[in-house]
């Protein structure tokens, strides 16, 4: 039986535009490695790139995108609006969209439902939350330099409180959400699903010196397949209906995380990695004025 390539699926979102089901992540990329990074996911087939204000890596990451030579029209391409920019969302946009050498996003995230008052960080505003800023955004679609937005790290409380909102017209094209065995969040994907929000993964490999990669589970799946690791982790991520963006700056390992065709994970081995009962997270609120997650799924 022919084998969907994994790495050609796209998911729809609400607005009827398509999500790449890979997409490049760029946390944590530094400078003189993103930009390379970018060049090297789109030379090898990735259509989607994931970046974000606070990575502090647009200008490269647009100039990645530039010396790949793929069109920006072949390319998703998303950023997010950042803790301190609630209250200028529309200006906010224009500078990314400058660093990024772009003049329009395919996706546009608040990146946490976290209004930081720029006077002092360690305090939200009083007069202004996520809801006001997902307002000011939902403007922005109207202007053209952006197809879709979106939110990120948004429970179901904070989801479920937006929604209701009168002044909401708008429901979120994604929810990017941290989704890996280790975090699976099966109820806020569910939620997401029923709301008609796409699910978006970060980091499915688990991020940085990650305990998925000594999983024996995990280990012995991609044994039996003759694939690595990462490539289950993006696989099983992929076959369970969220888009997964994968970060690396190594040229090999942006390649290999691409290498999803001809193969894809069994019903039985999807269960399995399911089963995985280890628990972590690796992006955590302490270091915002807010508490934002209230356990896996809530
Ligand atoms: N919305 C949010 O708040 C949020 C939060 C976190 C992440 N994100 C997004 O999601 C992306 C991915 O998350 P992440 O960066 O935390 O982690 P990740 O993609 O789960 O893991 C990245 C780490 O895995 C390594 N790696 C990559 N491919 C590998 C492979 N094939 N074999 C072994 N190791 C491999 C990378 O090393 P090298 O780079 O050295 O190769 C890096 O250390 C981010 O870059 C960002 O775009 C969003």
Redesign the pocket.
């Known amino acids: 039986m022919a084998h969907e390539a994994l790495n050609k699926k796209t998911f729809k979102l609400n607005t009827g535009a398509s999500i790449p089901a890979i997409?490049?992540?760029?946390?944590?990329?530094a400078p003189g490695e993103v930009g390379k990074?970018v060049e090297a996911a789109l030379r090898a087939g990735y259509r989607h790139i994931?970046?974000?204000a606070a990575?502090g890596n647009e200008k490269e990451v647009g100039q990645g995108i530039k010396a790949s030579g793929v069109p920006r029209s072949e390319i998703f391409l998303t950023t997010?609006l950042n803790n301190p920019d609630h209250k200028r969302a529309a200006a906010a946009l224009d500078d990314s969209l400058k660093a990024l050498g772009t003049d329009y996003l395919d996706l546009y995230?608040m990146?946490?439902p976290c209004s930081s008052d720029p006077s002092d960080m360690k305090k939200v505003y009083s007069d202004w939350d996520y809801v006001d800023t997902w307002h000011s955004m939902q403007k922005l679609v109207d202007t053209g330099k952006v197809k879709a937005i979106g939110v990120?790290?948004f429970g179901i409380t904070h989801l479920e409180r937006l929604l209701k909102d009168p002044n909401t017209t708008t429901v979120p094209a994604v929810n990017?959400?941290?989704l890996?065995p280790g975090n699976p969040s099966p109820k806020l994907v569910a939620y997401n699903a029923s709301k008609g929000i796409h699910s978006s993964g970060?980091?499915?490999?688990?991020?940085?010196?990650?305990p998925l990669?000594n999983n024996e589970t995990l280990k012995s799946i991609a044994e039996s397949k003759g694939r690595?690791?990462?490539?289950v982790l993006l696989a099983w991520g992929i076959q369970k209906g969220w888009s997964v963006?994968?970060?690396?700056?190594?040229p090999s390992?942006?390649e290999?995380?691409f290498a999803l065709d001809g193969w894809s994970l069994t019903d039985d081995e999807i269960a399995k990695i399911d089963a995985v009962p280890d628990r972590f997270k690796?992006?955590t609120d302490g270091w915002i004025p807010i508490q934002v997650f209230f356990g896996d799924d809530e």
């Open positions: 997409g490049l992540g760029t946390w944590q990329s990074a994931d970046t974000a990575y997010k995230l990146h946490w990120s790290n990017q959400i941290e890996h970060y980091s499915p490999l688990g991020s940085s010196d990650s990669s690595s690791v990462a490539q963006l994968p970060k690396s700056v190594t390992r942006v290999a995380n690796v992006c």
